[in-house]
DNA sequence: CCACCTACTGGACGATCGTCCGATGCAGGA
DNA sequence: TCCTGCATCGGACGATCGTCCAGTAGGTGG
């Protein structure tokens, strides 16, 4: 799949490995943990439990190693998060958790820049291999979706978003989240510190790289990586 | 759920109903109809294979008693396409049918005005009772998913999306669909046949309804109608 | 009949958008 | 070192957006 950058495996000899983990479920986030740990003795591993969070983290220390990301969790829009990350850190290695397991989400995970995808329906023997696998820079799927995704490639048109997405700046990115948001120039202006002509300037480079001609397009593609929320009943 | 109109069975003393079967999958498109003549000897059946296609039919004939709408069509953007047809025939009923029935996306179809939600995978005696059952005007979902339905009340944010969607007019949805499109105002007024200013103030009623502020938002609301496809894959 | 909604249109106006020209400083790769 | 990309900013300008005021016409239900 396309990356920016080639994930190195994290060397024996280096400092210890650095691991985030997002999910906004807490039982979930410490057996996962605990299978890092497992796995990877020494590595330092950190918990969050929103997209926001693991923003933060990772502002604090770009070095990490390895982001372990559910999809679905407060802040992060399906793919959106994943886009937003990979766009900030194309270094950091990102395998995305979840179990909305079919055989599309992966695909369009995959495509869009996760190194790996783990079912969250796996048992503790596979997601210790499929942790191994993804710390060892290798892509891992989910074994019983590995026949569907040889044998089907991955739309066209999906790649080809995949591919203008990428082509944005970290900058761009941001400024992008927000038009998608609504906000007007001078309000992202405000909100990234600058003014709002650079914003202009910025939206002209996103308008030229997504192939779009006004925002609202623009933010048609961005908003194409939102998957609907399996779990969103907030109302008891 | 909510609903813009009651919907009436279909008396026996009136005149033929009249089905409208929309499916991009011809093998399916057939045995549904088959289902439906078996169930309603005397109804008069129209087939189409777009979305495009079964609003082109109900412009024709807009007395139509029942829709059958798959979930995934060509031109149908996930729940876009139940919004566009809810808007524009408020009396015509529409039952969902697709294979991507999990709990979520069926109760996100009601919410949305479907009558019912006809799974794909159901047997050829679930299928008649499903159509017997909308035939007559009673809402249809999955019996598997009943319990789990009754027992999880719909998101707020999603009543609360549907309320707000619902309040727009015919043409106001018309005009919503092509801004979300990105198009500008005077596109919109040519493909629609009027002036630039009356796009601008169906505009300003749909951002009033939609309680938004400019025409990004506005279409990020309408865009959160689109599910992810499961079936996307044009890439041999 | 009248109140109400829908649809359409007009003038005017400020706000916002998006692009054209230009510029600076900085970091990283060839 | 040179070159490219990134990020920032400026002036100017036309295009577009969105709202304020207003009006006409048709259909529907109480």
């Given at each position: 799949m396309q990356s920016r950058r080639e994930f190195a495996?994290?060397?024996?000899?280096?400092?210890?490995?650095?691991?985030?983990?997002?999910?906004?479920?807490?039982?979930?986030?410490?057996?996962?943990a605990q299978a890092v740990r497992t796995v990877a003795a020494g590595a330092q591993i950190e918990e969050v439990g929103s997209f926001d969070a693991a923003l933060a983290e990772l502002a604090a220390y770009p070095h990490t190693d390895l982001v372990l990301l559910d999809l679905h969790m407060p802040g992060s829009h399906g793919l959106m998060a994943l886009a937003t990350l990979r766009a900030e850190y194309p270094a950091v290695a990102v395998a995305m958790v979840s179990?909305?397991?079919?055989?599309?989400?992966?695909?369009?995970?995959?495509?869009?820049?996760?190194?790996?995808?783990?079912?969250?329906?796996?048992?503790?023997?596979?997601?210790?291999?499929?942790?191994?696998?993804?710390?060892?820079?290798?892509?891992?799927?989910?074994?019983?979706?590995r026949e569907d995704l040889s044998s089907h490639p991955p739309a066209l048109a999906e790649r080809h978003l995949a591919a203008?997405?990428?082509?944005?700046?970290?900058?761009?990115?941001?400024?992008?989240?927000?038009?998608?948001?609504?906000?007007?120039?001078?309000?992202i202006a405000d909100r990234l510190g600058v003014q709002e002509r650079t914003i202009k300037a910025h939206l002209s480079a996103i308008f030229e790289r997504l192939d779009v001609r006004n925002r609202t397009q623009a933010?048609?593609?961005?908003?194409?990586?939102?998957?609907?929320?399996?779990?969103?009943?907030?109302d008891p």
């Open positions: 495996a994290a060397s024996p000899y280096s400092s210890r490995m650095r691991i985030l983990i997002a999910d906004d479920h807490p039982l979930f986030r410490g057996a996962l179990a909305h397991d079919d055989v599309t989400t992966v695909q369009r995970a995959l495509v869009h820049g996760a190194l790996g995808f783990i079912s969250k329906r796996s048992s503790l023997d596979e997601l210790q291999a499929a942790l191994r696998t993804v710390l060892a820079a290798q892509t891992w799927v989910p074994p019983p979706l203008r997405l990428a082509a944005l700046s970290p900058q761009q990115m941001r400024v992008l989240v927000l038009v998608a948001d609504g906000l007007l120039n001078k309000q933010s048609v593609l961005l908003r194409s990586l939102e998957l609907a929320d399996p779990a969103q009943r907030l």
